[in-house]
């Protein structure tokens, strides 16, 4: 039996024609792909301005900077996501502070945002957790009265619609990443959109060491054909021509993707949805969710395990699960910064019970059946005696 993991790319032969025309053209990095790259994203989702740029990552510390983050500066997050989400503060010199999130949606909660605004909070860094857009109506109202920056981590979320309007137009600023296991991807990379001037100039400094060839952000402007300035500091955050290739041809895909991704995210929810071992997410009606991850809530009041005899028992069976994420702040290095446990309730009693199911575009519907039945095995094998339903 083919073993099943939680997340995986998919390439087919235009992808590998679209990396080979670039292999065999004049540029392998600062070519033209990279911007073509950045339009075909402005016309995806109505953004004014795109980057791209190395990775996620890079994409969330191009972000903060844009923001103007700095020493002493507080940004809140959630703690349910991957640690760049939070670690792009650090990198800045800032304090990522935790919110706690929803409940149901696995979101971060505009209430918990607001109750931790203080006289240094410059920032909100909202992550469309799972693909499912946050909740940025509320989230905008709040940065709106308190003038922060609203930054959208759109690493899972491409594709996804909030009020009708494509995710990477709604915040201040938005970030992708273009990881193997996103739904789109181009080995490594990433974007960061807007619709600011201003931010767009400070992204495109930061990108390429702070140095510009634009007359207007030098200091002593030259019509020298070789001239230019270093103003800031910035990094080599370059995307290859190569990968921006890849990343085009995938996009062509990504309704396709879309559409097979909707097909088993509603399968999963019909087989789990009346059971009350298992809780699934809960989706706000704002959002038009394309679905990166799948995660279902192991519910204690109904089982006997622990995660890990549930992981197992799927692992066994050659289903191999995910847990996103551990919470940001548990990890040794956060835990050294001072951080400690208790922080979001919310967030670290969710985490206990979740795990991520296989979801990707390429998954066939018997592996789709065949997790659902080991799901409904392994509920069966460590349901609670003695509990009615
Ligand atoms: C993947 C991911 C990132 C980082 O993206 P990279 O391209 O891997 O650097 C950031 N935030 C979230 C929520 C992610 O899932």
Redesign the pocket.
């Known amino acids: 039996m083919n073993t099943i993991y939680y997340g995986r790319q998919y390439i087919d032969e235009d992808d590998c024609t679209a990396v080979r025309e670039v292999l065999l053209s004049d540029y392998l990095t600062t070519g033209p792909k990279p911007r073509e790259l950045e339009q075909r994203l402005c016309e995806l989702t109505g953004a004014e301005y795109a980057i791209s740029i190395a990775?996620?990552?890079a994409a969330?510390h191009a972000a903060c900077f844009a923001a103007g983050i700095g020493a002493g500066d507080e940004v809140i997050t959630t703690p349910m996501?991957?640690v760049?989400?939070a670690n792009c503060v650090l990198y800045c010199g800032g304090k990522p502070v935790f919110a706690d999130i929803e409940a149901d949606t696995y979101n971060i909660s505009p209430k918990s945002v607001e109750a931790l605004i203080t006289p240094n909070t410059k920032a909100v860094i909202a992550?469309d957790f799972t693909g499912q857009a946050a909740r940025y109506n509320e989230l905008r109202d709040i940065c709106e009265r308190h003038g922060l920056v609203l930054i959208g981590?759109a690493?899972?979320s491409i594709g996804t619609k909030y009020n009708g309007k494509a995710i990477g137009n709604v915040a201040d600023i938005t970030t992708f990443?273009?990881?193997p296991v996103?739904t789109v991807t181009g080995g490594?990379g990433?974007a960061v959109l807007t619709n600011n001037k201003g931010y767009y100039d400070k992204l495109m400094l930061f990108r390429t060491h702070g140095i510009t060839r634009e007359h207007f952000q030098m200091i002593s402007p030259t019509d020298d054909y070789w001239y230019y300035e270093q103003v800031e500091l910035g990094y080599n955050y370059r995307l290859t021509d190569f990968q921006a290739a890849l990343i085009i041809s995938q996009l062509n895909k990504l309704d396709m993707f879309t559409a097979r991704r909707r097909e088993i995210v509603k399968r999963y929810n019909e087989a789990f949805s009346n059971m009350p071992e298992i809780i699934i997410q809960q989706e706000i009606p704002q959002s038009d969710t394309v679905r990166h991850l799948y995660i279902i809530q192991l519910n204690y009041d109904f089982l006997k395990c622990a995660r890990r005899e549930f992981f197992d028992a799927m692992f066994e069976k050659g289903i191999v699960c995910n847990v996103h994420y551990i919470p940001v702040y548990f990890h040794p290095y956060y835990e050294r910064l001072g951080y400690k446990k208790g922080l979001c309730p919310v967030a670290e009693r969710v985490y206990e019970g979740v795990l991520t199911l296989p979801l990707y575009y390429s998954l066939s519907d018997d592996d789709v059946e065949r997790v659902i039945t080991e799901v409904k095995k392994a509920v069966m094998y460590f349901r609670k005696p003695g509990v009615s339903i």
């Open positions: 990775n996620g990552t969330l996501t991957f760049a989400s992550v981590d690493a899972h990443s273009f990881h996103k490594e990433g």
